[in-house]
């Protein structure tokens, strides 16, 4: 059920939503989409939150602040999170 969830927001992160997003929405949008594409890529990976910043050329702040804005948790939980359903899901 996670994990559909996990879906259900990218999938309305990446199709945009009623709401026409301004400024930092959208790109705080735009960031948690490459940040959950990254992980989808690589699901078994360990990725510390300053190379998943690096590699999404964003600060770890903005990284931070757009999952927290977007997912409800910083980018740390949602990895251990995603981790968890993936053990659990096998």
Sequence with gaps: MEQQLIEAVVECLSDGSAIEATG???EH???VARFE???EAQPKRHILIGEISSTLGVSAQTLRISCAEQLGMG???YV???RIQLVHGM
Aim: proline share 7%.
């Design 29 to 31: 949008q735009d960031v």
């Design 80 to 82: 251990r999170r995603r």
């Design 75 to 77: 980018p740390a939980e």
């Design 24 to 26: 930092a929405t959208g």
């Design 37 to 39: 594409a990254l992980l």
